[in-house]
Nanobody, 120 residues
Framework: QVQLVESGGGLVQAGGSLRLSCSASGSIKRVNAMGWYRQAPGKQRELVATITSGGNTNYADSVKGRFTISRDNAKNTVYLQMNSLKPEDTAVYFC??????????????WGQGTQVTVSS
């Protein structure tokens, strides 16, 4: 069994910063790409940023230059540093990872979500 546990959300004023963390644990053989998605009220879930096991990154246009995704492969952990936050960044942020279990089954896993609220 595999779990993704997120932390680091909260309430911040516009222009402020937050750092999200997400750690994968359980019967893990290898973690492939990891990423962050977000879902605002009444909207569909959207990609924020992804990072491969080799460190290649991809960002949504709306967060380029403000957010930075990184990972620690030894800890199976992905981070999202969010700077210059805007009210439109308010959403529930979800961690995602493609993980091979110890039986070499590949599946897509999601965290429970963490709320980020940016006040104007």
């Amino acid at each position: 069994q595999v779990q993704l546990v997120e932390s680091g959300g909260g309430l911040v004023q516009a222009g402020g910063s937050l750092r999200l963390s997400c750690s994968a644990s359980g019967s893990i053989k290898r973690v492939n790409a990891m990423g962050w998605y977000r879902q605002a009220p009444g909207k569909q879930r959207e990609l924020v940023a992804t990072i491969t096991s080799g460190g290649n990154t991809n960002y949504a246009d709306s967060v380029k230059g403000r957010f930075t995704i990184s990972r620690d492969n030894a800890k199976n952990t992905v981070y999202l540093q969010m700077n210059s936050l805007k009210p439109e960044d308010t959403a529930v942020y979800f961690c995602n990872a493609g993980i091979f279990t110890t039986t070499w089954l590949l599946d897509d896993y999601w965290g429970q979500g963490t709320q980020v609220t940016v006040s104007s």
